[in-house]
């Protein structure tokens, strides 16, 4: 029987009921050249989310509402022991800038926000809005 | 069974449809697809029909789709899946197949390849009882094509085909209810989703995914281009939705057994909903005061017969 890196090869290969894998190693998780992972949609954006990790609460709402799935979260575990996916930043190769994340996100001030796309990210940071900017408004 | 408890957890889940797709900036599609493969850790087997995610996630030599995926036409995405299920049933039957792994059937159709061309494809896999689940990713007409109604347009939208003006209003007939059509199969799960509520639906899907059997779920996905509103607002847009009642949740089992599965605390008027977007922006001129009371009207008598439908546990 056909291994499934043999099946990958060529399509006569490809056995009945077979489940084939669509990374080209599924240990590092390397995706094969024709995953769209490896293709950049960076050029339809206007605008880049930005991500302040110090008012970040981690509540997800924007990794599961996130259309291209960009957000990049990492799992950790907490003092009881529980699974937990701790946000850790954004991966701005495949936002396209709908700002579906920063709608979602809940934090009295938003810890992320929308900047234009040539903005560097250490500027955008300083100019994040301050809570006594807020109680102004 | 993997246990969805809280979204912090279902966050370390690795994602199976990954970026890099073409869909629209905000568009829904891909948040009812994550929520919908992401809900199960077994090995998944998807059809989709020709639509916006087919031809977003698939486009030569790309794919998006981390599980083994099937594009098949337009009219027979149920059609696909109920044969591949019937193979692996048989392979499974004479002992040959490759692993041993459970594997679920799931096909995504739009609005377009389930009330309208697939119906018949989808209708007779019903009937025929495989074991699949449907998903209707509901964006109330021809989006991938430029905006055509359907049979799921709702009364006074604005579309290419039914266009607004002096004399029209929009869309005449009103949208029509596969989800009772598809409970009236004799389906074992059947119900309506929106992805603004994820856990709801992730519930569902995973509710679908244990059922034997045929079942549907109508997911509604707000559609940035078409229904002309922000790309920022699809999730604010499904909430709207769901609290003004205009598109209920509630789950089906047997055909029999109605239940409800989100209560809106306090109902708000549907114009809210209406007024959040661009193709009802006519309705709000004078002269077409009536049809948003004929909407007020049909969505609380829609509401009124799921509680009283609930209430009596048919």
Redesign the interface.
Known sequence: MATPKEMLTTWDKIQFGAVLPSFEDPKTKKRSKFHSYNYKVADWRVEKPVFNPDLCINCDFCWVWCPDSCILVEEVTTKRGKKQAKMVGIDYDHCKGCGVCVDVCPTPIKSLLMFPEHTPIEEALAQWPKKEDKKKD | MKKITN??????TP?R???????????????IV??VVNATDD?LVVSTATGCLEVC?A?Y????????WIHIGFENAAAAISGAEA??KA?KRKG????D?P?KFVAFGGDGGTYDIGFQALSGATERGHDFLYVCLDNEGYMNTGGQRSSSTPIGAHTTTSPRGRVSYGEKQKKKDITMIMAAHGSPYVATAC?SY?KDLAVKAQKALETEGPTFINALSPC?TEWKF???????IGELAVESCAFPLYEIENGTKLRITYRPKKKIPVKEYLGAQGRFSHLFKKGNEWILDLWQKQVDEYWDYLQRREECGV
Do not use: Q
């Open positions: 979204l912090k957890e279902f966050a370390c994602d449809f990954l970026g890099g797709h073409r869909l629209c900036p905000g568009c829904a599609h891909s948040m994550r929520e090995d996630s486009i030599p790309y794919t998006s789709w981390d599980v083994s193979m692996h392979l040959k197949l490759y692993t792994r594997v992805p994820w940035t922000k790309p920022e607002e699809t999730v604010r």
